[in-house]
Nanobody
Framework: QVQLVESGGGLVQAGGSLRLSCAAS????MGWFRQAPGKERELVAY????????YYGDSVKGRFTISRDSAKNTVYLQMNSLKPEDTAVYYC?????????????????WGQGTQVTVSS
């Protein structure tokens, strides 16, 4: 079994920052997806198991940063310059696939989701 524990969501004003965390029971390739009401699920960021490869969705590139801790079992998503369109439920995801082209595909394990709301 895979245990994923997410934290760090909340309500912030546009231009503010939040940091999400996702703690896993072991090292995996991990990432974040988000989904807003009435919108399709969107990849936000990806990081390989080693931490050496990162991928960002076009809408967040330059504003968000994904990283791992030294133990490689906890992933952080630092979100800066937040916009109202970033409002969504953010889901930690483990076991993503990424052959080095296109966009990473979702893995089989999902966190419970954490709400991020950005007010204007």
């Amino acid at each position: 079994q895979v245990q994923l524990v997410e934290s760090g969501g909340g309500l912030v004003q546009a231009g503010g920052s939040l940091r999400l965390s996702c703690a896993a029971s072991r090292r995996y390739a991990m990432g974040w997806f988000r989904q807003a009401p009435g919108k399709e699920r969107e990849l936000v960021a990806y990081i390989s198991g080693s931490g050496s490869i990162k991928y960002y969705g076009d809408s967040v590139k330059g504003r968000f940063t994904i990283s791992r801790d030294s133990a490689k079992n906890t992933v952080y998503l630092q979100m800066n310059s937040l916009k109202p369109e970033d409002t969504a439920v953010y889901y930690c995801n483990c076991g993503l696939s990424y052959p080095g082209y296109g966009s990473p595909g979702p893995g089989r394990y999902w966190g419970q989701g954490t709400q991020v709301t950005v007010s204007s």
